[in-house]
């Protein structure tokens, strides 16, 4: 009787928790302004002579920089590689294109164009098209410009942000306030 | 009453005929009743049931103490018996959680990721901060 109330309890307690961890935001793959290549667990997870034949063909374009990511990257990049069989010869040659520089981004920079991609996609097509396009003309001190403010405005919340949220850590979740 | 008397005669007839039997017979007589005694019970091991009484009296003993002396190791060792077993189901369940949420966190970013990494927009356009401005309505004009 007793055991079996306890055992009830438990479960309320792991709904909860369970309630808890899927309404919160997804854990960051590395903290922002962190250099990808100083990731305290680089060398976990699989090694590149573990992978199938599909997965190195996929990932090809990362096989150097392989070692030094860390468990959660990998799991990651093997998740992304699942998909590569599907692709077209062309999806699969962008991909490996952009795959490099993408991966070679700090961890601040990958949050930002994660962002940045959701945003552009809550426009309409015609808007966003203009934007990229917008963005492109812009001349590099106008750039850097603008990068600076958007920098200013994004310290400037967090600050803001800082006292209410303790536990959630700054940067990648949070929007850019217009 | 007469019946008593008869049965009274008859024993004394009996016990004082017992008395002149001789050793010899009267020693066959003994063996032979030692003999039908032995076929009629087994034999009862009185020392197994005082070897199995303490054992029953140990459980019996346990019984009391629940409630008289909590501090009992018996005691101690079922009320950690009983919250092991609820504590073992949350650890599991926790880590459980825990994993399946990093799964899906993965997925979730690995999707994210590869529809980056599939658009037509370079991705250094994405990275930069000032196209967060441009796409917050910010031209960068003077």
Redesign the interface.
Known sequence: M??GR??L???A??LG??TV??Q?P??R?AAPARPAAATPAAGDGPAWSQLTPQQQEALAPLKSDWSNLDG?RK???L??SA?YPS?SPE?KQ??HE??V??AR?TPE??V?????????YT?PADQRHS??Q???E?PPE??????D???AK?AEQAAKDAPQRKTRPAGESQP??? | MKQEIFAFHIRQALNEGAAHIDYKSQLRLAKAREAALARLKPSPRPQTISVRVPTLQLGTAAGPSLGSAPEGGLWRWLRGAGLAAPLIVLVVGFIGIYQWQQMRSIEALANMDFAVLMDETPVETYADRAFSAVLAGDTGSN
């Open positions: 007793r055991l306890l055992l309890a438990s479960a307690l792991l928790a369970a961890f899927a919160a997804a854990p793959t959660t799991r990651k990049w998740e992304i998909r692709l999806g962008r991909f952009r795959m520089p993408y981004m920079q990958r930002t164009a994660r962002e940045n991609f959701k945003r552009a426009l934007a990229v917008h963005y492109q812009l106008s750039r850097q410009e603008l990068a403010k958007e920098a994004k850019a306030k217009k």
